[in-house]
Nanobody, 119 residues
Framework: QVQLVESGGGSVQAGGSLRLSCAAS????????MGWYRQAPGKQRELVAT???????NYADSVKGRFTISRDNAKNTMYLQMNSLKPEDTAIYYC?????????????WGQGTQITVSS
């Protein structure tokens, strides 16, 4: 069984910073693509950023230059450094990972963590 656990959410004023972590645990053989998604009230879940096992990154236009995704493969952990936060960044943030176990590969999701940015 594989679990993804997010931490680091909370409330911050506009212009502030937060750092999210996503730790994967369980019978993991390898983790391929990892990513962060977010869902604001009344809106669809949207991609924030992704990172490959080799460190290649991709960002949504709305967060480019403000957010930085990274990972520590030895710790099976991914991070999202969020700077210059805006009220429109308010959402539940979810981490996801494609995890390979002895039974094969599958997508896993964390439970989500709330980010609230006040103006």
């Amino acid at each position: 069984q594989v679990q993804l656990v997010e931490s680091g959410g909370g409330s911050v004023q506009a212009g502030g910073s937060l750092r999210l972590s996503c730790a994967a645990s369980g019978s993991i053989f390898r983790i391929n693509l990892m990513g962060w998604y977010r869902q604001a009230p009344g809106k669809q879940r949207e991609l924030v950023a992704t990172i490959t096992s080799g460190g290649s990154t991709n960002y949504a236009d709305s967060v480019k230059g403000r957010f930085t995704i990274s990972r520590d493969n030895a710790k099976n952990t991914m991070y999202l450094q969020m700077n210059s936060l805006k009220p429109e960044d308010t959402a539940i943030y979810y981490c996801t990972a494609f995890v390979v176990t002895v039974r094969g590969g599958s997508d896993y999701w964390g439970q989500g963590t709330q980010i609230t940015v006040s103006s």
